[in-house]
């Protein structure tokens, strides 16, 4: 296993998750595998943002599905950031707000309102409302709680997937579920059922947001 500086040797909970991570890569592959230093980095700062082991390797499964000839962990980075449970982020990776205009953020409702605008009303009420309230914050605050923002930000966020997975069709609905399960199997004896159940939610959730095209808000 890749430690640069004895970093997994001096924390055990480090040292499981980045095995279980090379475990993982390994079968895959097939071949004996240990983490690159950079990959290792993105694994560590999975771990101290609290990201559940669950979710990574779930994530990697359904990535190598998609693409088994899947070169490191860097790809996977924007899938299993957006799947990372709310917590503290690494301490090296400034918040998005820091590099994020107010300007930005109504670009990004603007366009999310565009896709929900073509969902079936039922669905995309609810969002559609939230987002009309964060947007009308957003046109009148020079300087706005960003705290608060992203909250708000993140409900939206959180409202929309739960809302794709319901626009589905019950076949589309179906097949992502069998697709997300399948990745899960092979992970029960590794990690806690609470956690994997979690994991494969939030899992349907956002490949069902991703294929309806339906952009994240969120700034952090």
Same mark, same amino acid.
């Given at each position: 296993m890749t430690a640069p500086g004895g970093d997994a040797a001096a924390d055990p909970g480090?040292?499981?998750?980045?095995?279980?991570?090379?475990?993982?890569?390994?079968?895959?592959?097939g071949t004996d595998h240990a983490l690159s230093p950079r990959d290792f980095a993105l694994a560590r700062g999975w771990y101290e943002a609290g990201v559940p082991l669950a979710t990574v390797l779930?994530?990697?499964d359904l990535a190598f599905e998609a693409d088994p000839g899947l070169s490191g962990l860097g790809l996977l980075r924007r899938r299993i950031d957006e799947l990372a449970a709310t917590g503290p982020r690494p301490s090296d990776t400034p918040r998005?707000?820091?590099?994020?205009?107010?300007?930005?953020?109504?670009?990004?409702?603007?366009?999310?309102?565009?896709?929900?605008?073509e969902l079936p009303g039922r669905v995309a009420?609810?969002?559609?409302?939230?987002?009309?309230?964060?947007?009308?914050?957003?046109?009148v605050a020079s300087r706005p709680n960003w705290d608060y923002l992203r909250s708000r930000l993140?409900?939206?966020?959180?409202?929309?997937?739960?809302? @794709?997975?319901? @626009?589905?069709?019950?076949?589309? @609905?179906?097949?992502?579920?069998?697709?997300?399960?399948? @990745?899960?199997?092979?992970?029960?004896?590794?990690?806690?059922?609470?956690?994997?159940a979690e994991a494969l939610v939030r899992l349907v959730r956002q490949r069902a947001r991703e294929r309806l095209r339906l952009p994240r808000v969120s700034v952090d």
């Open positions: 480090l040292t499981a998750f980045v095995e279980a991570v090379e475990a993982v890569l390994r079968r895959h592959r779930v994530a990697i998005e707000t820091e590099r994020t205009s107010l300007f930005e953020v109504a670009e990004r409702l603007s366009g999310l309102r565009e896709r929900l605008l009420a609810g969002p559609l409302a939230d987002l009309a309230e964060v947007a009308d914050l957003v046109a993140r409900h939206i966020d959180e409202t929309v997937a739960a809302a @794709a997975v319901e @626009a589905l069709s019950k076949a589309e @609905a179906q097949e992502l579920h069998r697709e997300v399960e399948r @990745a899960a199997e092979r992970h029960r004896h590794r990690v806690e059922p609470r956690a994997l």
